[in-house]
C-alpha cells in the first residue's frame, strides 16, 4: 500500500506563485509514477503533470505548460508542483496519486485547495 499527503495549497492572488507538495509513504519502492491532477468547481478532475519515478522523467498538461513544473525530492519521496503566474481557472483541488508495480489501480491522496483571487 502506499499513502500519499498533499499540501501547500491556500488562496493567493493572481500572478502569485505557490508551490504544492505531495509526500508518499508505504510501500515506496513499488512506485512507478507520481501525478498531479486537479478539479476546479463543476468540473471533471483534469491531468496536470507527472514523474516517472523511477527516471525522473516529467510531463505537464499543455493547459498548463510553461506556468507549472513538477520536481521532486526523491530522499523525501515528495513531489513539487510549482505553479506560476496562478490564474482565477487554477483555482480547485489539487490531488496527488501515484501508480505502483503492485496493483492496477492508482493510489490517491485526499487532496490539497488552491484558490486564486482575480
Known amino acids: 500500500q502506499v499513502q500519499l499527503v498533499e499540501s501547500g495549497g491556500r488562496l493567493v492572488q493572481a500572478g502569485d506563485s505557490l508551490r504544492l507538495s505531495c509526500t508518499f509513504s508505504?510501500?515506496?519502492?513499488?512506485?512507478?509514477?507520481v501525478a498531479w491532477y486537479r478539479r476546479a468547481p463543476g468540473k471533471e478532475r483534469e491531468f496536470v503533470g507527472r514523474?516517472?519515478?523511477?527516471?525522473?522523467?516529467?510531463w505537464v498538461a499543455d493547459s498548463v505548460k510553461g506556468r507549472f513544473s513538477v520536481s521532486r525530492d526523491g530522499a523525501a519521496n515528495t513531489l513539487f508542483l510549482q505553479m506560476n503566474s496562478l490564474k482565477p481557472e487554477d483555482t480547485g483541488v489539487y490531488y496527488c496519486?501515484?501508480?505502483?508495480?503492485?496493483?492496477?489501480?492508482?493510489?490517491w491522496g485526499a487532496g490539497t485547495e488552491v484558490t486564486v483571487s482575480s
Open positions: 496519486a501515484a501508480s505502483t508495480s503492485v496493483r492496477a489501480d492508482w493510489y
Open positions: 508505504g510501500d515506496t519502492s513499488s512506485v512507478n509514477d
Open positions: 514523474m516517472w519515478w523511477r527516471r525522473s522523467n516529467t
